[in-house]
């Protein structure tokens, strides 16, 4: 049990056009989901939190109107990379927990590859 | 500011030794740690966690040690073997303060040696 599936795996796009990934909980609901960014080489970091029904909550830096979050179900949020540029290439990964949190574990998608050109 | 730290971008592990990771943080209000395992292109996969209350926890070859005084937690992995092979990542929360995030080293990439 516990699988989250993401769609695209990978994507290629055009400088300018804009990008959605989904993130979706397979066999659970999901009260809280968070999406992730990966650098080569680097740290997952943390780009925002979302619980079903209301409004992301973004970290430090990250520009909520470049990166739309909704989390419309308890199994689905999607991410949409607004006007994408090269330096938003990234792998991008989401990751639902069954709570808002506490100690139950975060179960992490497969990853969307994002390249921009 | 790198609140974890995972010092050892790499470490080498004939199999059937033990492997050894490391991982440091800095921020006393973490009171929940975990590890993970990511193989390439994939999603992490989690593997244990730890309790600030616990200094140890164990599961089958996978045992978490956490040293609250050095602000150290270290992964033991015995006996290891070739399907070990990947990057792990520690991670930490400060659950005690009401926010559920988790903060990510940079993750330390295992190789086990057959």
């Known amino acids: 049990g516990a699988v989250v599936s993401q769609h695209p795996s990978w994507v290629i796009c055009k400088s300018g056009t804009s990008v959605k990934i989904e993130c979706r909980s397979l066999d659970f609901q999901a009260t809280t989901m968070f999406w992730y960014r990966q650098f080569p080489k680097q740290s997952l970091m943390l780009m925002a939190t979302?619980?079903?029904?209301?409004?992301?909550?973004?970290e430090q830096g990250v520009e909520k109107d470049k990166f739309l979050i909704n989390h419309a179900s308890l199994t689905l949020s999607t991410l949409t990379v607004t006007s994408a540029h090269p330096e938003d290439s990234s792998f991008y990964i989401c990751?639902?927990?069954?709570?808002?949190?506490?100690?139950?574990?975060?179960?992490f998608g497969p990853g969307t590859r994002l390249t921009v050109l | 500011d790198q609140q974890v730290k995972q010092n050892s971008p790499s470490l080498s592990v004939q199999e059937g030794r033990i492997s050894i990771l490391n991982c440091d943080y800095t921020n006393s209000m973490f009171d929940y740690f975990l590890w993970y395992k990511k193989y390439p292109a994939e999603g992490p996969t989690f593997l244990i966690s730890?309790?600030?209350?616990?200094d140890k926890n164990e599961d089958g070859r996978f045992t978490v040690f956490l040293n609250k005084s050095a602000k150290h937690l270290s992964l033991h992995i015995v006996p290891s073997q070739p399907g070990d092979s990947a990057v792990y990542f520690c991670?930490?929360?400060?659950?005690?303060?009401?926010?559920?995030?988790?903060?990510f080293g940079t993750g330390t990439r295992l190789k086990v040696l057959a």
């Open positions: 979302s619980n079903e029904g209301s409004k992301a909550t973004y």
């Open positions: 730890i309790s600030s209350i616990k």
């Open positions: 990751s639902a927990s069954k709570t808002s949190g506490g100690t139950d574990t975060q179960y």
């Open positions: 991670a930490a929360s400060a659950l005690g303060s009401g926010t559920y995030k988790y903060i």
